[in-house]
């Protein structure tokens, strides 16, 4: 009926000196002292929000029934929570926990410390709006996270990784998967079944729960098996196909998986047998450095800067083995042509001027040492040659429209007309080429245009077969003459990508032409 | 002719019970005269209704039944109309328990309001919570809330075919416990067309349906609620018109927030040199005001003469009013783009004994009003030059409050004022900060001098524990409110009140004077807001809208608009002129406890016990409803900034007169 019941009315008129209370009173008795009970409690809330607390405490409740000129109940500091304890042997029988207190002992006691004495402290919470970084105010990333709705949206998008502090469960099935993976890798890493392992990693949806395993046990084994090779390369090739699984959020980890990366790409020594194809686990390790920070690059913007700081100091030093080289310029370059134009490209120089007494047979003695050298130079050679093909290739074949048959054949005509030969080509080079100066001439056009304007060959169409014939001269031709024309026409063409084309044919030789598309290098040479 | 007797002392007995002497009287006359028996044989549905009406008046279960019948059927009807008829439920399922408790059927009642409070524990659970409690007729007496329930009807708003699908419904069943509480406690609004939409929930079920009548009545009357005239925006645009526009703004420029802090310890020492010699004063403001031109300038908010007479505090020292004007020049112009500045005054080791802060206009001093009685006063000016050399530096140092007392051997930093014997629940500074009005749960205010830093007056008029006391805009008068459910005027002078305002049904929350102190709003327990008049008393406008107690309250600076925080977060924003609920402001999860609209009236910026700070772009929300035919526009209220503090609850904002805003908290660890 009420929730206060009828033994409890009994009880507290017992207290009170009533033994005799019948049973129709207290059964009518209970209704209204729950009815007053509620008010009391509303009174004792109403003080409450007057006291600015929204905890309720014992003085709002004394405060309550002072209100209604009721003596307050002493005893009840707000001191701290009342202890509750459940009475032995009943189910919901509590009572509270009041020990005696011995006065002598309260006595003795030497005083407590004195509380500190209220203050108040100035700091600015917000200067225009905007919060200092300062601490008395709250971290604003914190609360700012919550409490604004447009994040839940945002939380859709680019989901955050929130780790909770709860014990991570694997279901036995994955626990078997992890430790047949992690045999295979460790025992049977050429087998078919390691490839098919692989297959699985980079496909399977159900495997993020083993991520963190996974990059743990990669971390674990590069750091301690850095003279098995084969194990180096497989535990590289299961990071790449982790990375593959598009079910997998390696994201979070990627931090742990970055220096086993690193290490198998610049580390002095990888295996321990001559036999061991290190270069190649370089390879695909740069290939791999290269996949990461394409795609967690935009996430983490320092990520590429750090690692090709990492990278050129490695390259840079010249106190490293040329290994650590190859492994760093392999990086560089899988990184892509910009890297290599703004970091090896000016590093050239100096550093060739270093590797020279290593190449020749007369200084380096040692067959193996030469033999890494050539290694090192074949590296820089294919990282420059490959950046300065990219470079030309900035400019994309366009379709060349009929309709701009004249304009084209003016251009061609243009570039012609520095080294008026006869010799004749086949078109189906030409085309290409044709192409190329149309894509060229809006860059170019108006200095062309100008200088060329008094040689006088505006002839429209027909009359520029005969002077098609750019091409092919590179072969023939010898090589002061190519340098001539190459800087006349880059020096037109684009100032940048000509002078590097110069300077690395003055230092790497006829080695890089053959990275330039036989169009462009019939162009620019 | 048996059969037709029983039927007619049936009807008879049900006329008598519902109270229709009228229709009783006529059937006693058709009785005795035997004419034109109704031919009830012939209508068997009308027996049938009749009979199972008087065979189980007094069953209870029917309520029950008929209740979750309804409800079921509520939830299964067609989705165009279910919101409408949702709203029936509510007012149907109180009213039910209520019939039930009056009968006495306490067991019953009470499984029945259990079983199906869940459905409006969204809405109401405030009001449930007090329902629970009533068990017995004595208590439905008893209580306030239940009482006015009980009296009055619900008006519910509703399209007229969910009207006629609903009736349908009721006579199909024959749910007659039903169709009765309906009917004697519904008064349905029928309107023609489409349902409303769910959106514009707000005036569509009003419970207490006469309150609302009054109310409609009352805000009725006019409300004159322009400024001031002569007010010292006024005097500066005339003061401002010598300053060319470039100076101001150089001047702007220059006048860093860092200044500000400086120029507060020296506000404050001039300040000092107005006392009152307010007698005097007023036989002056008559002449001063009758010999001063009108402004040649038209404000936007007209001008409205003052119908107390005003005392000349501002005029009294050319030097206070210089530096006001000082103040106003320089003052940063906020708005959605430039948000203000806020100076946070932290409490510390208050054992939560805090009971409420307040913070004097130029921000130089800060008071605590305690649950021990005593009210303390802190200098910051003073504070500033302990710690540093300003309040800026003032703030590297956590543990400042160690070091404030440390040096000075145990001397306090702060001023102790006595006298009080309940908890201090409000204290406000008077418009130049040289007073302290405290109200406590002793039923006293008492008047403070922060120059003598002793009591001046003790003011005794209330009967229980004054909640709130503010002094007026142009200082004097005061206004306080207590758990006497009534809010009086004061003025200094006097220590009886000059006015006494009842009419609110439930503890009177907080107080606001209106900008131009011609009005006071009152917030109340029972969730509404009142505004009246200061001459004559009365109650002139009733703001309906809010679900739970009214904690804050504040007046745009133009007069027009007017803000209220309650216990449940919400903040609405009121047309003063029209009673109407501009737009209800939501963001803050836990009680607002102070609500302060910035010097020009473009942001509000509330605190909460959320430990936040919000401020709130208001000039969009306010302009809608001039041109309402663009009032679909979704953005009209914004929430510009939620500035967070260090598990500090906010107690108050203020914004000082160059736009500075400052807001104080004491630092709770067990929140």
């Known amino acids: 009926m009420s ?79 009342l202890q509750f304890k459940r009475a032995i042997g009943h189910r919901d029988l509590f009572y509270i926990d009041d020990r005696d207190v011995d006065l002598k002992e309260v006595i003795e006691a030497p005083l407590p410390k004195a509380p500190l004495d209220t203050g108040v402290a100035c700091h600015w919470l917000a200067i225009e709006g905007v919060q200092p970084a300062i601490p008395e105010n709250a971290p604003v990333g914190v609360i700012a996270a919550p409490s604004n709705g447009n994040t839940h949206e945002q939380k859709d998008e680019l989901p955050v990784d929130i780790r909770l502090p709860v014990k991570h469960v694997l279901s036995r099935e994955l626990q078997l998967y992890f430790d047949k993976i992690t045999e295979l890798t460790l025992r049977k890493s050429d087998s078919a079944l390691f490839k098919e392992a692989l297959v699985s990693l980079a496909t399977d949806s159900g495997l993020h729960p083993l991520v963190p ?16 090779y084969s194990l180096l390369f497989a535990l590289m090739r299961i990071v790449w196909s982790l990375l593959q699984n598009p079910h997998i959020h390696i994201e979070p980890y990627l931090h742990q998986l970055m220096p086993s990366v690193v290490t198998c790409l610049v580390s002095k020594k990888l295996g321990n047998r001559i036999a061991d194809n290190h270069w190649e686990l370089r390879d695909f390790t740069a290939k791999l450095v290269a996949l990461i920070c ?48 703004l970091l090896i490209l000016p590093n050239l120089e100096p550093y060739l001027r270093l590797l020279e007494p290593e190449l020749l047979l007369e200084k380096q003695k040692n067959e193996m040492k030469r033999y890494e050298a050539w290694r090192v130079y074949g590296a820089l050679l294919r990282a420059a040659g490959q950046g300065i093909y990219e470079r030309l290739k900035i400019f994309p074949p366009l379709p060349s429209p009929p309709g701009h048959t004249i304009w084209k054949s003016k251009e061609k005509v243009v570039t012609a007309v520095p080294n008026k030969r006869k010799a004749s080509m086949e078109p189906l080079e030409d085309e290409p080429a044709l192409k190329k100066i149309a894509t060229d001439g809006p860059i170019g056009s108006l200095a062309l245009v100008t200088t060329l304007a008094p040689s006088g060959q505006n002839d429209a169409g027909q009359p520029s077969s005969s002077e098609k014939k750019t091409a092919n001269r590179v072969g023939k031709d010898g090589q002061t003459l190519k340098k001539s024309a190459i800087l006349n026409q880059i020096w037109k063409d684009d100032l940048n990508s000509g002078h590097t084309l110069v300077t690395l044919l003055e230092l790497l030789g006829e080695g890089i032409l053959s990275f330039i598309p036989s169009p462009e290098m019939s162009l620019f040479l | ?47 049938k209704f009749i009979h199972h009406f008087s065979q189980s008046e007094d069953d209870v279960a029917r309520y029950q039944d008929g209740y979750s019948k309804l409800r079921s059927w509520t939830y299964s009807s067609l989705d165009l109309y279910k919101h409408e008829l949702l709203r029936v439920l509510y007012p149907v399922f109180i009213h039910s328990f209520m019939d039930m408790v009056a009968k006495g059927h306490l067991q019953e009642a009470r499984t029945f309001f259990n079983n199906f409070r869940e459905d409006h524990e969204l809405m109401h659970s405030r009001d449930l919570q007090k329902l629970e409690g009533v068990l017995s007729q004595s208590h439905l007496e008893e209580m306030e809330f239940a009482r006015s ?97 470039s100076e101001k703004t150089e001047e702007e420029n220059k006048e860093g927030d860092g200044d500000e802090t400086k120029k507060r310890s020296v506000e404050s020492g001039k300040q000092g040199a107005s006392t009152k010699k307010l007698k005097k004063e007023k036989a002056l403001n008559a002449t001063a005001k009758s010999a001063r031109p009108e402004a040649s300038t038209t404000p936007a908010a007209p001008r409205v003469k003052a119908k107390l007479p005003l005392p000349l505090m501002y005029i009294q020292s050319t030097e206070v009013e210089q530096s006001i004007l000082e103040d106003l020049r320089n003052r940063v112009q906020l708005s959605s783009v430039l948000l203000p500045s806020v100076s946070f005054y932290t409490f510390l080791n208050t054992h939560n004994g805090l009971n409420c802060s307040s913070i004097s206009h130029d921000g130089s001093l800060v008071a605590g009003g ?28 956590s543990t400042s409050s160690e070091h404030v007392v440390g040096p000075n051997g145990g001397k306090r930093s702060y001023t102790l004022f006595q006298g009080h014997s309940g908890p201090v629940h409000s204290a406000t500074f008077s418009p130049l900060g040289d007073f302290i009005l405290s109200s406590s749960a002793d039923t006293t205010i008492r008047l403070w001098s922060t120059k003598l830093n002793a009591n001046l007056v003790c003011y005794k008029g209330h009967n229980y524990p004054v909640w709130d006391v503010q002094f007026s805009p142009v200082g004097h008068y005061f206004a306080s409110a ?80 007017m803000a209220s925080g309650d216990e449940d977060g919400m903040i609405m924003m009121w047309d003063i002129s029209s009673g109407r609920c501009i737009t209800p402001l939501m963001g803050h999860s836990s009680c607002v406890w102070t609500v302060a609209f910035s010097c020009e009236g473009s942001l509000l910026a509330s605190g909460s016990a959320d430990c936040t700070v919000k401020l709130w772009d208001v000039t969009t929300s306010a302009k809608v409803p001039r041109n309402e035919e663009k009032s679909g526009n979704p953005n009209r209220l914004r929430l510009l900034k939620t500035l967070a503090t260090k598990s500090t609850p906010v107690y108050s904002v203020q914004f000082s007169r160059r736009n500075l805003l400052f807001a104080a908290g004491a630092l709770s660890k067990n929140l």
């Open chain 1, 3 to 81: 929730i206060v019941a009828k033994e409890t009315i009994e009880v507290i008129a017992q207290s009170i000196g009533i033994n005799n209370l019948s049973d129709d009173a207290a059964l009518s008795l209970a209704p209204d002292v729950e009815y007053r009970m509620r008010e009391i409690m509303q009174e004792a809330i109403q003080c409450m929000r007057h006291s600015r607390r929204t905890i309720l405490t014992t003085d709002d409740v004394d405060g309550a029934l002072n209100l209604r000129n009721v003596e307050p109940v002493y005893g009840f500091t707000s001191g701290g929570p």
């Open chain 1, 213 to 228: 395993y996974f990059t743990f046990f990669v971390a674990d084994e590069v750091s301690r098996g850095l003279n098995d």
């Open chain 1, 294 to 341: 394409k795609r967690f690059g935009h996430v983490y913007n320092t990520l590429q800067t750090r690692l090709t700081k990492t990278l050129l100091n490695a390259l840079l030093d010249p106190k490293r083995a040329l290994t650590q080289h190859y492994g760093a310029i392999q990086g560089l370059a899988a990184l892509g042509p910009n890297v290599v134009r």
């Open chain 2, 1 to 47: 002719m048996e059969n037709m007797q029983a039927v007619n002392n049936f009807v008879a007995a049900y006329l008598k019970k519902k109270g229709f002497k009228e229709a009783e009287q006529l059937l006693e006359d058709l009785q005795n005269k035997d004419s034109a028996p109704i031919d009830f044989h012939n209508d068997p549905e009308l027996a």
């Open chain 2, 149 to 245: 329930l009980r009296q009055s009807k619900v008006n519910i708003k509703i399209c007229q075919y969910s009207y006629d699908l609903l009736l349908q419904y009721l006579h199909k069943t024959q749910s007659t416990a039903m169709l009765g509480v309906i009917n004697e406690h519904i008064n349905f609004q029928v309107s023609s067309g489409q349902p409303s939409s769910i959106s514009d929930d707000a005036e569509v079920v009003t419970l207490i349906g006469s309150c609302q009548d009054t109310a409609n009545q009352i805000n009725q009357k006019e409300i004159h609620w322009g400024l001031l005239e002569d007010s010292l925006e006024e005097r500066l645009e005339k003061a401002g018109g010598l300053l060319s526009d």
């Open chain 2, 370 to 397: 305690f649950s021990d009685s005593s009210l303390k006063v802190w200098d910051m000016a003073k504070l500033g030059q302990q710690g540093g050399s300003s309040i800026l530096q003032a703030e590297n140092d």
């Open chain 2, 482 to 561: 207590s758990h006497d459910r009534t809010a009086r005027i004061w003025s200094m002078d006097r220590i009886q009140p000059l006015r006494i305002m009842a009419g609110h049904l439930s503890d009177v929350d907080c107080v606001q004077w209106h900008a131009n102190c011609n009005y006071i709003a009152t917030g109340s327990s029972d969730k509404t807001v009142r505004l009246w008049d200061v001459q004559n008393g009365e109650c002139v406008r009733i703001f309906i809208g809010h679900r739970s107690m009214i904690l804050s309250l504040a007046m745009s600076p133009d007069g027009r608009y």
